[in-house]
């Protein structure tokens, strides 16, 4: 009935919008306000009684964001200058497969007692480290995944696989899992020890880059700690093998040691300007201030390398600015501010045929400048262009609504006057 009522109201008040807008407005009951004036009622005065890890507002202290912070990594290979000791072996799988992966069951056969909910490392047999330029050699440990000790029974080990980081095959090798690697801040190494960089051909090429680990010819015996920067140098063109110099200031890149043996260690390419090749000489950095100084640059004054300058400071030559500077500064500073101009508007031609009717009267309708570039598809006016009449003597700045009409023109008593037909 009410949207019936309002059918009828339309022609009287125009617009059923205005009508609902009006009656919503007067029909939507407010909220009371009597609750201001009433006393103070006793159950207000109820409260609760909150536990010691309650605050006043009802949170549980015990309830927090863990934020996950970076604890160190695992390192993927192991150095070693004497051969690991081997605590077992997997010999068997609950799996089908002949790799095993993540979360699979394995059977582990050891002579040693291995400790129930202990994790072990997984390896395979280990690469020899060696290189021409050394006269030393070690091997190289690749961690495939860790393995969790759950049970034994009959002298047999059960265990799952919880990280894997390559294929792990039945025979694998098991092994004390290695701490994980903190996060070192550079330290300085007592004396500038030369050594040659090794790299493992299972996990690399001939070459490497950032953010792979490589192995060094120099460990304990030498003074070398985790934390000490080794620093490879470019000595010869990438292109053609032609010896640039034979000083060390081309950076070629930075290694942080990580694991220290007696007679090697091994690293981390944290930084790099081209690729690393296989055994190439390396020297321990006793000065480290262009590494704490700031996030590195690729060649250094051996001098004076700590105060060099970044090449966008050496524009600017702490000068005041001139007075022609501050005239610019002050152009461009009113420039936004500069008033428009108020330019007249184009005047209005009329129209060559406009003004000469076929009546012989001027007609008082004027026209803007007819466009002068042909159409291809316009057909040819019997009137004159605009480009074959000579324009007005007088152009208005403004030109009236009506112009008056022009005086009529005088005719020889002789011409014929032309009959209304």
Request: glycine fraction near 6%; aromatic fraction near 8%.
């Amino acid at each position: 009935m009410k949207f019936i009522f309002l059918f009828f109201l339309i022609p009287l008040i125009g617009s059923p919008f205005i009508l609902l807008q009006t009656f919503g407005s007067s029909l939507t009951p407010s909220r009371s306000t009597e609750w201001k004036n009433l006393p103070h009622q006793s159950w207000e005065q109820f409260n609760i009684l909150l536990p010691p890890e309650v605050d006043p507002l009802g949170f549980d202290r015990r309830n927090k964001l863990n934020i996950p912070r970076a604890s160190g990594y695992d390192p993927g290979v192991i150095p070693g200058t004497e051969k690991l000791r081997i605590l077992g072996y997997i010999i068997g799988s609950r799996s089908e497969s002949k790799y095993l992966i993540y979360t699979d069951t394995v059977y582990i056969e050891s002579e040693d007692v291995l400790q129930i909910n202990r994790t072990y490392a997984i390896t395979e047999q280990p690469h020899l480290l060696k290189s021409k330029k050394s006269d030393r050699s070690g091997y190289s440990y690749i961690i495939s995944g860790k393995v969790k000790i759950l049970a034994i029974k009959d002298k047999l080990y059960i265990g799952t696989i919880t990280s894997a980081r390559g294929s792990i095959a039945r025979g694998s090798l098991i092994i004390s899992a290695p701490e994980k690697i903190p996060e070192f801040t550079p330290i300085a190494g007592p004396k500038p020890i030369q050594g040659t960089l090794i790299l493992d051909h299972a996990i690399s090429t001939y070459t490497t880059a950032q953010y792979k680990e490589v192995f060094v010819d120099r460990g304990t015996e030498d003074g070398v700690q985790a934390g000490m920067i080794f620093r490879a140098y470019q000595h010869y063109d990438l292109s053609n093998n032609k010896k640039l110099t034979s000083s060390d200031f081309i950076i070629d890149a930075d290694i942080l040691v990580t694991q220290v043996t007696l007679h090697f260690c091994s690293g981390i390419i944290i930084k790099n300007i081209n690729t690393v090749e296989d055994h190439s000489s390396v020297i321990l950095l006793t000065d480290i201030s262009d590494l704490t100084f700031k996030n590195g640059f690729t060649e250094k004054d051996l001098k004076n390398h700590s105060l060099e300058i970044d090449p966008l400071d050496q524009l600017d030559d702490k000068k005041k600015l001139g007075n022609a500077e501050k005239a610019e500064l002050k152009q461009l500073e009113h420039w936004g501010k500069a008033p428009s101009l108020n330019l007249a508007p184009l005047p209005i031609i009329p129209s060559p045929h406009s003004m000469a009717s076929p009546s012989g009267m001027a007609s008082p309708e004027l026209t803007p400048l007819p466009n002068t570039i042909p159409s291809l598809n316009s057909t040819p006016s019997p009137y004159p262009s605009a480009l074959e009449t000579n324009p007005p003597p007088l152009l208005f700045d403004e030109i009236p609504e009506q112009l008056p009409p022009p005086a009529p023109e005088e005719h020889p008593s002789s011409s014929p006057t032309p009959s209304s037909s």
